[in-house]
C-alpha cells in the first residue's frame, strides 16, 4: 500500500512472508507438536521424582519447568506483545484440529457451539479443576488436562467443519483469555473494508481462514490468530504496528460481548487469583480448619478421609501429598468465592463509575481498561511456578520481588491511564470524569491488594 512508513513496509513484507512460507511454518508446527507430545506424555510413564531429584537430571521436573515454568507464562506474554501468534502459528492443539477436520465428517458448526460463553465456563472448570489435581506438579495431572483437551480438539476436529478450527475458535479454554489479552498487541492485520470491496490486485487465491473469520470485516486482534494466510489479500490486508490502546480505546459496548468482561472480571482476576494463591493463604487454612471442626462436632469423619482417586482430587500418598474430601471442597468454596467476591467488587465498582460518567452503557468499555492488570495477574501467578522451581535448584533471585512490585504498579497505572483516556474520549466532563475515576481507582486498588497480600502481605 502506498504512504506506509519504513517500519510498517517491513512488517507488512514480515506478513507476507509469513503467507509465501506457509509450508515452513507447518513444518513447524509439527515440530511443536511432537516436542508437545514427548514433554505431555513420557513424564506421565516415569516414576515420579523423589526429593533429591533436579531440573537437570529428572526428565519429568525438566518438563514441568518446561510448560508451567516457561511454556504459559511466555505464551500470556506473547499474546500482549505479538497478538495471537501462537495460536496460528505455534499451539499444538490448533494444528491437530485442523488437520483432523480434514478427514472428518464435516458437519456445519451448530448453534449451541456458538454460544459465547463456551470460553469462559472452560477456563474456569479448567482452573478449577487443575488446582484439584495439583496440575502444575504432577505429571500425570497434566497429561488428563492438556492431553484431555488436545483429545476434545482432535474429536471436534473430526466432527466439523473441514479444514478449521472450530475448537480454537468456540470452545478453547485458553481462547477467552488470549483474545482478551491480544487486544494490547502493538502489531495486527490490519484489514481496509473498502479496498476489499473494490476487490483491487494481487489476484491471490482466496485463503483458508481456520478460526472462521470474516476477514473483509475483521477489526483488531482478539479473534485474528495472525496466521499470515490471509497476507497481502486484495492489496487490503496487511501487518502493521499500532498503538497498544487503541482496540481497548476504540471499543464500544456495541461491539463487545458482555461474556468479555464477565471473563475478565470473574475469570481471569477473580477465579485466577484464588487458584495462584490459596496455598499460602491464610484464609483457606482458616476455612479448612473451621469445616473440619464443624464435621468432627457432628460426626462426620468420612471427608476428612484421603482415599479420592489422583484424577479426581490429589492423592500420591509415597510423597505424603494427597487431599482429603475437606481439601476438595474447600478448594471449590475458596476459589468460587474468590471469583465472586473479586469479581463481583470489580462489577458493581465499574458499573457505578459508569453511572456517575453518565453513561451506564460505558460499563463494558471500562471494564476491558482493567486488561492489563488481569494479563500482568496471570504472568505474575504462572511465574510463582517459574520462581519457585529455580529457587529449588538454589538460585536466590533477590531481584523477583522488586520485579513484581514493578510489574504490578505498571499494570495498575497503565490499567487507570486507560480508564482515563476512554472516558476522554466519549466526551465526559471532568468533573464527571473525576468521580468515575475514583471508581475506577479502587477496583484496580482492589485488586492490586490481592496480589500484596500474596506476594508481600502473607509471607
Known sequence: MPGLSRHNRWLQRLGDGMRRHAKVIRAVQWLVVVFYAVLLVL????????????????????????????????????????????????????????????????????????WGGWPTLAFCLTTLYGQLISVYDYAQAALLI????????????????????????????????FSLLARLAPVHFQVDEQRWKDNAGPRLPPPNCAPLLDIRRLQGASDCHACGRCSGQRDAVQ???????????????????????????FGVIGLAMGAFQWTV????????????QWLIGHDLLWPLQDNAPWWLLTHYPTLNDSFSWLDGFSIVLYLTASALVLGGGLLILLRAAARLAGDPALY????????????????????????????????????????????LLGAIGWSLFLGWKRMARQGITLPRRGGAGVCLLLANAWVGFGWWLQFWGWN
Open 281 to 292: 493463604s491464610p484464609w483457606f487454612i482458616a476455612l479448612k480448619q473451621s469445616l473440619a
Open 239 to 265: 501487518l502493521i504496528a499500532r498503538s497498544s490502546h487503541h482496540e481497548i480505546l476504540h471499543a464500544t459496548a456495541r461491539t463487545l460481548s458482555p461474556w468479555d468482561a464477565r471473563l475478565l472480571l
Open 43 to 114: 513424564p506421565a510413564l516415569l516414576p515420579t521424582p523423589d526429593s533429591h531429584a533436579r531440573i537437570i537430571n529428572n526428565l519429568t521436573l525438566l518438563a514441568q519447568f518446561l510448560f508451567w515454568g516457561l511454556w504459559w507464562p511466555f505464551v500470556l506474554l506473547s499474546m500482549v506483545l505479538f497478538g495471537r501468534v501462537w495460536c496460528g502459528v505455534l499451539c499444538p492443539e490448533g494444528s491437530l484440529s485442523e488437520w483432523a477436520s480434514q478427514y472428518g465428517k464435516g458437519l456445519g458448526v451448530p448453534r449451541w457451539v456458538r
Open 364 to 407: 463494558l468499555p471500562l471494564s476491558l481498561t482493567l486488561t492489563p492488570l488481569g494479563a500482568a495477574g496471570l504472568f505474575l501467578g504462572l511465574s510463582a511456578t517459574t520462581v519457585k522451581l529455580l529457587r529449588y535448584e538454589g538460585l536466590l533471585l533477590e531481584w523477583v520481588q522488586p520485579a513484581r512490585a514493578c510489574l
Open 146 to 177: 492438556l492431553g484431555g483437551s488436545t483429545v476434545a480438539a482432535v474429536g471436534v476436529g473430526l466432527l466439523f467443519a473441514r479444514g478449521k478450527r472450530v475448537w480454537c475458535r468456540y470452545l478453547c479454554p485458553v481462547s477467552g483469555v
